[in-house]
């Protein structure tokens, strides 16, 4: 099967300026996971989708990060306005889900962000 | 506080030496525990779970609840293994709490 595609793979823009990352799951995994990996820590949640929906965005900085999923499949992470403190990776990963009683994530490439 | 501690950023160890990568965590339910590997230039994989038990790429981790810890195991390293591995934790609504991860570098 095709993996999680993400795109761009690297961006570089300068503080005050906006960002739109881009993730395409693997066809028929309902879960959909957006990660923030800063350097040297661990992959850190920032919101999960269930199938359009949000389960879970306690972690999202709002007042700047957006994310949606529309029709279920695809979904758009955007950043504005960025801050020197976003640089990082930006992992998008996801799973069938709960309703096949299986958890296991499969990750994309990532996107490497730095803000200058 | 649900929380996933490694703490060794870096371990190096000779080919043909046994590995430990040390995971441990503080989780008030039945925990279910991963490890995932991230291989040089490639995205991040699951390695092992601990509920399947099974070894992959002769790497087993043995879940200790009286311990809370979930260490990683192989007994001759292999090149090949060097990588960052991360330690998870999946809490009931199935996201992950991880370790920051630590960086093996197996020497010729």
């Known amino acids: 099967e095709a993996g999680v595609a993400q795109s761009p793979r690297y961006k570089i823009i300068e503080k005050r300026q906006s960002v739109a990352f881009w993730c395409n799951p693997i066809?028929?995994?309902?879960?959909l996971y957006w990660y923030q990996q800063i350097l040297g820590q661990g992959p850190k949640l920032l919101i999960q989708?269930?199938?359009?929906?949000?389960?879970?965005d306690s972690q999202l900085p709002k007042d700047r990060f957006s994310a949606e999923r529309l029709k279920g499949v695809d979904s758009t992470l955007k950043i504005q306005p960025a801050k020197l403190e976003d640089s990082a990776v930006y992992l998008c990963a996801s799973s069938y889900g709960p309703d096949r009683g299986t958890d296991t994530q499969y990750f994309g490439p990532g996107t490497r962000l730095t803000v200058l | 506080a649900q929380r996933v501690t490694q703490p060794e950023k870096l371990l190096s160890v000779f080919k043909g030496a046994p590995v430990e990568l040390k995971c441990n965590y503080s989780y008030s339910g039945s925990p279910e525990l991963f490890w995932y590997v991230q291989y040089s230039r490639q995205r991040l994989q699951l390695l092992l779970r601990h509920i399947s038990r099974e070894s992959i790429k002769g790497f087993t981790a043995d879940l200790n609840k009286g311990e809370t810890s979930f260490h990683l195991k192989k007994p001759f390293a292999q090149e090949e293994d060097s990588a960052m591995y991360y330690c998870a934790l999946s809490r009931s609504n199935y996201q992950l709490i991880w370790g920051a991860g630590t960086k093996l570098i197996i020497k010729p």
């Open positions: 989708f269930q199938n359009n929906g949000v389960v879970d």
């Open positions: 066809s028929g995994h309902a879960t």
